[in-house]
């Protein structure tokens, strides 16, 4: 009877997760990821996507497997993501240290379900791998096989997953070499040296598969953002409290995150209070290097590109720490500040039942401090299930309604005019050409018969997006390329500044009209972000075009 609830709430997750997952929409992340494990060649997967994407080429590999047998685009994605979130979730259900009512809640908090269960990203892996390594963390030295193969697989998750696992063994090597207090403890067992080795020799050779080339989009972050001194520190001071309890940004890069005084100062304040708990908790343990090391090695490596969607790292993280820590020692009174302990145990004892009293007490607080992450979840699942998420799908119907897939269609590209600011600061010209519009990429998939896929004058012909910052010369030619072939029927592409497009293609403004394909409303946290999917459209195709 002990393992029922469990089952039940195990169960609870999956029907949840794939009940989302019916109404979710792919986006562009998403698709990608798809469009790269069904059309690029293995060999590009192994040796060049890496150094493009940021990541080793594990999730490709696993979606190759129902993308390059023909498996449909949905069913073969949300399939390996579902065996993903399954894996996470039966980690945190049946293996986690921590009380039944943080075992009943903790799977359903907006990181594990809907961020991390419901999108089908490498994230779900990611976290499991990390809840593997919290569980085996306490017999390393007895099983070290057990733990270098679940630190492998981390690093083959990400390259935030690569920062986690060396952390990990850093923390490893130097405690067996303090605790014998000699460097002979590196190879005082053969056994676990062997293990630290091929760890070593994985994270060498997995580091160099993701080194982004110099053009490479992203190498270098845009003008104006936050420093990277303020990035690292609001890694400690802010992202804990945006994690955990407050939503005061939206899904946006670190390098671009603005906050206010006041949000400013609750996020520092309840930031505070996360690594004060942890801190106390973690050294009266032994453990303060294990929360810190993996934790600093992380905000160092992350801050560069880090957006909020990864904060579920952070989240995880937390959750692997408090496992380590409650494997190593159960929580007991003595954690508690001594006025704290003397005030609830007065408390306790003028009332009769003093340990159900105490249970129900643990109890409400765990479900006050998963309450703002649960409430994330219901709303953003909610919004997913009653609107369009990416606006995917409309596009993709509205091609087929109107077979419309060998018409041409041609994507605005990334461009930005050189600005000043009111403020005083100034934006260079930005301008790249193979950034296209994102609508366009997650509806890629539903055509797998257009393995070079539904846009014209994109890089080699590609289905996706090649993160490839071309040099301005190339960007002339790909342009002047593309104007020869003449005005196309269709043009798509979130803008300010069209008239710029139609003078460098070429094309006559008055030769289009613009409409609307579909209006999508993305959720992140309680947050919703609605836009809109615009085309322009050539004025001889207006006739007989069904927009619904």
Not at 516 to 525: F, G, M, S, Y
């Amino acid at each position: 009877m002990r393992c029922h609830w469990r089952i039940a709430v195990f169960v609870a997750y999956i029907a949840v997760v794939a009940c989302v997952m019916a109404f979710h929409e792919p986006w562009f992340d998403e698709a990608q990821s798809w469009l790269i494990a069904r059309d690029a060649s293995f060999r590009d997967m192994l040796l060049v996507r890496p150094h493009y994407e940021g990541h080793p080429p594990l999730w490709w590999l696993m979606l190759s497997v129902p993308a390059k047998l023909g498996v449909p685009y949905e069913i073969g994605l949300k399939g390996v993501q579902l065996a993903c979130a399954a894996l996470m979730a039966g980690l945190l259900i049946f293996r986690s240290p921590f009380p039944p009512v943080a075992v009943a809640l903790l799977p359903f908090t907006y990181f594990m379900c809907f961020q991390y269960g419901v999108t089908s990203r490498q994230y779900a892996l990611m976290c499991a791998a990390l809840f593997m390594a919290a569980d085996c963390w306490k017999d390393r030295d007895r099983h070290p096989w057990r733990l270098v193969f679940v630190l492998l697989l981390l690093c083959c998750t990400s390259s935030y997953g690569i920062a986690l696992a060396c952390a990990m063994a850093m923390v490893w090597v130097i405690r067996a070499v303090l605790q014998a207090r000699s460097l002979r403890a590196l190879v005082a067992d053969l056994h676990r040296f062997a293990t630290w080795l091929a760890l070593m020799a994985a994270g060498i050779v997995l580091t160099a598969c993701i080194l982004p080339y110099p053009d490479t989009f992203g190498a270098t972050p845009g003008a104006n953002g936050n420093s990277g001194m303020a990035k690292f520190l609001m890694f400690w001071l802010v992202l804990p409290s945006e994690s955990l309890f407050t939503a005061f940004a939206g899904d946006v890069s670190l390098h671009g995150m603005r906050l206010g005084v006041f949000p400013l100062i609750v996020c520092v304040v309840l930031s505070a209070l996360v690594w004060a708990v942890l801190v106390r908790l973690a050294h009266r343990r032994g453990d303060l290097d294990i929360v810190l090391v993996p934790y600093l090695l992380f905000a160092v490596c992350a801050v560069r590109y880090f957006s909020l969607h990864h904060l579920g790292i952070i989240f995880a993280l937390f959750v692997a720490d408090w496992w380590i820590m409650l494997r190593d020692r159960p929580l007991d009174a003595v954690d508690m500040p001594e006025r704290s302990r003397l005030y609830i145990a007065g408390l306790l004892k003028r009332h009769d039942g003093l340990q159900r009293r105490a249970s129900a007490m643990r109890n409400t607080v765990i479900a006050v401090l998963l309450l703002p992450s649960l409430c994330w979840n219901v709303a953003a699942t909610a919004c997913d299930m009653r609107y369009d998420y990416s606006g995917a799908r409309a596009v993709a119907s509205f091609v087929e309604r109107n077979r419309l897939d060998h018409d041409r269609w041609v994507s605005f590209w990334r461009y930005f005019p050189e600005t000043t600011w009111p403020d005083g600061s100034h934006t260079p010209r930005q301008e790249d050409t193979h950034r296209y519009s994102w609508a366009m990429i997650a509806a890629n998939p539903y055509f797998p018969h257009r393995s070079h896929g539904l846009l014209d004058c994109t890089y080699r012909g590609r289905s996706y997006e090649p993160n490839q910052v071309p040099s301005a010369a190339q960007m002339n030619r790909e342009i002047a390329a593309c104007a020869a072939k003449g005005e196309p029927e269709f043009v798509i592409g979130d803008t300010d500044f069209p008239d710029y497009y139609f003078g460098r293609l070429r094309y006559r403004t008055r030769d289009y009209r613009k409409i609307t394909i579909a209006t999508k409303r993305t959720p992140w946290k309680t947050w919703v972000t609605p836009g809109d999917i615009t085309a322009y459209v050539r004025t001889d195709m207006l006739r007989g075009l069904r927009l619904r």
